[in-house]
Antibody
């Protein structure tokens, strides 16, 4: 059974950093592109980052480019999101998602971890 | 960037009815391989987000046949026939044709 479990969320002050993790199980992690998607309270979904199987290629929207870094450790079946220079508008639940590469959709999602940016 | 518009924020329906949720893209989502890079997702409280449809019309594994994806170019529809109690949820469309990948604003199905 595919499982994705995020961790690392919490309350952080504006301008500070936070690193999220996603533990994957039930599939060969190194064979899949992975992504982060976020959802601000009572708002819709927003794609945040995608990483290739080897980690050599990463993709971001302008809203987080230069502040967020996605990475992975295939040996540990883990995905990460390093978030720097956090802003109040980064407050959201952050979901880890697996990308079905040949079909280009997110086929499995985690339950999410909440990040609150506030002083 | 490609904007996806889900006109209806909420739709009120009764169990057993048929409902259609629309998603309009600011440009065609058709790729040179002949496929549309539009997928649909369901969010229910307390559950992980679930993929329903990819390539505009293909159901993912295990999704009931009452969920039907259709459309082409810039206009797409997710239809649910004979809505069941468990279908009252929020539905999002997503385009993965061009970066940045973008979601529609979501449509909430509510009990009439």
């Amino acid at each position: 059974e595919v499982q994705l479990v995020e961790s690392g969320g919490g309350l952080v002050q504006p301008g500070r950093s936070l690193k999220l993790s996603c533990a994957a199980s039930g599939f060969t992690f190194s064979n899949y592109y992975m992504a982060w998607v976020r959802q601000a309270p009572k708002k819709g979904l927003e794609w945040v980052a995608t990483i290739s199987t080897s980690g050599s290629r990463t993709y971001y929207p302008d809203s987080v480019k230069g502040r967020f870094t996605i990475s992975r450790d295939n040996a540990k079946s883990s995905l990460y999101l390093q978030m720097n220079s956090l802003k109040s508008e980064d407050t959201a639940t952050y979901y880890c998602a697996r990308l079905e590469l040949s079909l280009w959709y997110f086929d499995f999602w985690g339950p999410g971890t909440m990040v609150t940016v506030s002083s | 960037q490609i904007t996806l518009t889900q006109q209806a924020e909420s739709l009120w329906i009764s169990p057993g009815e048929r409902v259609s949720i629309t998603c309009r893209a600011s440009q065609s989502l058709l790729y040179t391989d002949g496929k549309h890079y539009l997928s649909w997702y369901q969010q229910r409280p307390g559950q992980t987000t679930k993929a329903l449809i990819y390539h505009a019309s293909v159901r993912t594994d295990g999704v009931p046949t009452r969920f039907i994806g259709s459309g082409s170019g810039t206009e797409f529809t997710l239809s649910i026939e004979h809505v069941q109690p468990e279908d009252f949820a929020i539905y999002y469309c997503l385009q993965t044709l061009k970066s940045p990948w973008t979601f529609g604003g979501g449509t909430k199905l509510e009990l009439k």
